[in-house]
């Protein structure tokens, strides 16, 4: 398996722009979450899914942010419009379960 | 509060020294524990779990104190490898919460 799959890695921006990350969970893999991770607030929990569905977005910052699973191998991230403060890395993790995550290598993004 | 609370250091250790990290947790039903390791602009990877009767692996030992809810982790005879951050995990409700890390540097 080659684990949890995330593109762009890297992915700069001007303001105002739509942005899409892209997260492919593992095979079998039933839970999904989004995160930020910045210097100043660390890891922050965006969102996670359970079967598809959306459980828990009040990690969420405003509406500019949603998110969507289609399928249960896939997801995707979206800001719009995105804003300099949209700064971070932002991190995919999946799960089998509620025993540890594995996480994608990020998309590091750059709002100019 | 805080869910998970961590001492962001940073910790700087000789090699060959002996490090321990500790991290609270403000939720009593949480149900499952984790240190996570992240090296720098990579993803955090799952070091260990951590078992409440206590549990080792190599040089690394953890610990689970329910009473007190904190965990910890201690690292023996530190390697210049060991550098990097690392983070304590709580698994509560079906969420995990993830503390904001401790960095430690391994100094030659």
């Known amino acids: 398996d080659a684990g949890v799959i995330q593109s762009p890695r890297h992915e700069v921006t001007e303001m105002g722009q739509e942005v899409t990350l892209r997260c492919k969970l593992i095979?079998?893999?039933?839970?999904l979450f989004w995160y930020r991770q910045t210097m100043m607030r660390g890891l922050e929990l965006l969102i996670y899914?359970?079967?598809?569905?959306?459980?828990?977005d009040s990690g969420m910052p405003e509406d500019r942010f949603s998110a969507k699973m289609p399928n249960a191998s896939f997801s995707t991230l979206k800001i719009q419009p995105s804003e300099p403060r949209d700064s971070a890395v932002y991190f995919c993790?999946?799960?089998?379960?509620?025993?540890?995550?594995?996480f994608g290598s990020g998309t590091r993004l750059t709002v100019v | 509060r805080k869910e998970v609370e961590q001492d962001p250091g940073p910790f700087n250790v000789p090699e060959g020294a002996t490090v321990a990290f500790n991290c609270t947790y403000s939720?009593?039903?949480?149900?499952?524990f984790f240190w996570y390791r992240q090296d720098c602009r990579k993803e955090p990877k799952l070091l260990m779990s951590?078992?409440?009767s206590g549990n080792e692996d190599g040089r690394f030992t953890a610990q689970l104190n329910r009473a007190s809810q904190y965990i910890s982790l201690l690292i023996r005879d530190s390697k210049l490898s060991d550098s990097a951050t690392y983070l304590c995990?709580?698994?509560?409700?079906?969420?995990?919460?993830f503390g904001t890390g401790t960095s430690l540097t391994v100094i030659p």
């Open positions: 939720n009593s039903a949480s149900q499952s």
């Open positions: 899914f359970n079967n598809n569905v959306p459980i828990d």
């Open positions: 951590v078992y409440s």
């Open positions: 993790a999946s799960s089998p379960n509620s025993y540890g995550y594995t």
């Open positions: 095979s079998g893999h039933n839970s």
């Open positions: 995990v709580v698994n509560a409700g079906n969420q995990f919460y």
